[in-house]
T-cell receptor, first 113, second 112 residues
Framework: DTGVSQNPRHKITKRGQNVTFRCDPISEHNRLYWYRQTLGQGPEFLTYFQNEAQLEKSRLLSDRFSAERPKGSFSTLEIQRTEQGDSAMYLC???????????FGSGTRLTVV | GEDVEQSLFLSVREGDSSVINCTYTDSSSTYLYWYKQEPGAGLQLLTYIFSNMDMKQDQRLTVLLNKKDKHLSLRIADTQTGDSAIYFCAAKGSSNTGKLIFGQGTTLQVKP
């Protein structure tokens, strides 16, 4: 068990570019979550998958954001036409249905210049 | 709407007890969590408590839940310099939701 893995750790992009982040959850975990954390704030929920089904989406997840979990294993979060306000740490977490603890990855820090 | 609030900063001396407080608004919260975040790192789950419990102890950590007042606290006994970090309280709503609502975090400073 290597924990939740997120790549890349850091991403710097120019405004207007598209970016994609990847999350590999703990292998036996069937639930996967994406959160966004800005400086000085707690994480904010973006979306949640159970297996490959996306069950919840936050209002924060605008049309420019899309998340997928095609085979119920790893997930990707894509941001199109990035804006400076998208600069944040993007955190992925996973859990096993029936157990209550959420395990977080180390995050991907996005900087939009 | 759903909200979780914490005080922003706490400073203690090494060896003292630390108490970090949290209030939440959603009375249907089923589970309440404490996470620790060190600089540049993700969140580490410390402990969680089910809403029908009023206390949970795990080594140096004691969680107290007052469901009537929607108040949660985390007590760290014999606080060490390695406990310096940001501590987040989080609440989970109904069992159908995957969403955790986090507070802003309390920065714990431990002075030698």
């Amino acid at each position: 068990d290597t924990g939740v893995s997120q790549n890349p750790r850091h991403k710097i992009t120019k405004r207007g570019q598209n970016v994609t982040f990847r999350c590999d959850p703990i292998s036996e975990h069937n639930r996967l979550y994406w959160y966004r954390q800005t400086l000085g704030q707690g994480p904010e929920f973006l979306t949640y998958f159970q297996n490959e089904a996306q069950l919840e989406k936050s209002r924060l997840l605008s049309d420019r954001f899309s998340a997928e979990r095609p085979k119920g294993s790893f997930s990707t979060l894509e941001i199109q036409r990035t804006e400076q306000g998208d600069s944040a740490m993007y955190l992925c977490a996973s859990s096993l249905e029936g157990l209550k603890g959420y395990t977080f990855g180390s995050g991907t820090r996005l900087t939009v210049v | 709407g759903e909200d979780v609030e914490q005080s922003l900063f706490l400073s203690v001396r090494e060896g003292d007890s630390s108490v970090i407080n949290c209030t939440y608004t959603d009375s249907s919260s089923t589970y309440l969590y404490w996470y620790k975040q060190e600089p540049g790192a993700g969140l580490q789950l410390l402990t969680y408590i089910f809403s029908n419990m009023d206390m949970k102890q795990d080594q140096r950590l004691t969680v107290l839940l007052n469901k009537k007042d929607k108040h949660l606290s985390l007590r760290i006994a014999d606080t060490q310099t390695g406990d310096s970090a940001i501590y987040f309280c989080a609440a989970k709503g109904s069992s159908n939701t995957g969403k955790l609502i986090f507070g802003q975090g309390t920065t714990l400073q431990v002075k030698p």
